[in-house]
């Protein structure tokens, strides 16, 4: 088997990369190391950016999305029992639109499968091979046999633990981290919102946030310390830690319900340089991840595929000098997004080691940014997304 462009991962970075090389007319197969309703089931991320919703719409894959996402001019910061809107159109003229990572994942799979691209699930044990050569390759282990693809190059958009990057050898790769103290515990309950935009609530508890996917879908979030277990937050516990981290008129608003999904996700930094290993490239969460206050997450994937889009459609003609240039572009905004997701951590988390003088730090730059259209505007512009 021989493709143009082999893609590991079949999450959003790389079923997106997928349906742009298919649209340029660039021959690629996707390898996916979990079963299709694996890669369905996991919730994640909930807003985009317009400049993801941009490229959605280029990619052919935004009818759903403009039909049942939710437009959002702004969004609540609260602290101190109050509550401070953002208004990101009137600051930015721009909006973010709430359509969950598992309906975008659905849309790019449904796309796939009615171009008739191949796409490979359940590939086990995935190596890479010779991308130091002009003639890479892949293998990997199907139905009990080793089967092997041959390949121009290899997208790695196969996440944080995926194979790509690990396959790199240490001495080429730079690698930035920062781990936090903390989680977040998730829950998604068929109730309808608190609020008809998100609410990010920094309070003596902990950081909680209101989030949704749909009118009658809620998500919301709690910062939880690492070392507990999902199994020690029955709903109610959930329910009432967060009420108890809300200003009075949401906890008033709350509807609470079973929850039909409930995880603790650790919080990082991190992020490799370069992105370009003479024929390996990465994109989105195996190159970087952000901590997800701020919701930067698959939209740098989004914008990491753009320009590893364009590098390759570039190569295809007869342009090979956009490749040497994606990584230096993809991590000048990766950087920019990793120090949004960082400055909103270190703003709305409770971090316990930073003492009382911390907390007043904290409280400081809220009231300033509840009262400045300046500060107001540099959260806004970084929220609605830089530009690409
Ligand atoms: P992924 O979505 O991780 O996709 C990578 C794919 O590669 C997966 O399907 C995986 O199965 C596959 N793969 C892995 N290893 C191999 C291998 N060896 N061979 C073949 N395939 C492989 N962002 C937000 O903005 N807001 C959120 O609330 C939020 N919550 C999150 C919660 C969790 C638990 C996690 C892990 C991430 C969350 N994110 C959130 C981040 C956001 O979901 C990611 O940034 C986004 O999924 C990145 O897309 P990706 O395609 O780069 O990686
Ligand atoms: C969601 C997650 C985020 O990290 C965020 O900042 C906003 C929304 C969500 O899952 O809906």
Known sequence: MRTQVAIIGAGPAGLLLGQLLHLAGIDNVILEARSREYVLGRIRAGVLESGAVELLERAGVAERLHAEGLVHEGFDLAFGGGRHRIDLAGL???????????????????????????????????ELHDFDSSNPGISWTQEGGRKALG????????????????????????????????????????????????????????????????????????QCTLSEQVDEWPDERFWKELRARLPEDAARQLVTGPSIEKSIAPLRSFVAEPLRFGRLLLAGDAAH???????????????????LAEAF????????????????????RVWKAERFSWSMTKLLHKFP????????????????????????????????GLPL
Not at 93 to 99: C, S
Not at 289 to 307: M, Q, R
Request: aromatic content about 10%; overall charge neutral.
């Open 151 to 222: 390949c121009d190059f290899i997208a790695g958009c196969d996440g944080f633990h995926g194979v790509s990057r690990a396959s790199v050898p240490p001495g080429a790769i730079k690698l930035y981290e920062r781990v936090y103290s903390f989680g977040w515990l998730g829950v998604l309950s068929d109730t309808p919102p608190v609020s008809e935009e998100l609410i990010y609530v920094s309070h003596e508890r902990g950081f909680a946030l209101c989030s949704m996917r749909s009118r009658t879908r809620s998500r919301y979030y709690v």
């Open 353 to 384: 080691e930073e003492g009382d003088f911390g907390r007043r730090m904290q409280l400081a730059e809220l009231e300033y940014l509840a009262t400045s259209r300046a500060a107001q505007t540099a959260l806004a512009e970084n929220y609605v």
């Open 313 to 332: 459609i570039a190569f295809y003609n007869k342009n090979p000098g956009e490749l040497e240039r994606y990584s230096s572009r993809a991590l000048a």
């Open 92 to 126: 930015t003229g721009k909006r973010v639109t709430v359509y969950g990572q598992t309906e975008i994942t659905k849309d790019l799979m449904d796309a796939r499968a009615a171009a008739g691209a191949k796409t490979v699930y359940e590939a086990r044990d995935v």
């Open 289 to 307: 991840i952000v901590p997800p206050t701020g919701a930067k997450g698959l939209n740098l994937a989004a914008s990491d595929v753009h320009y």
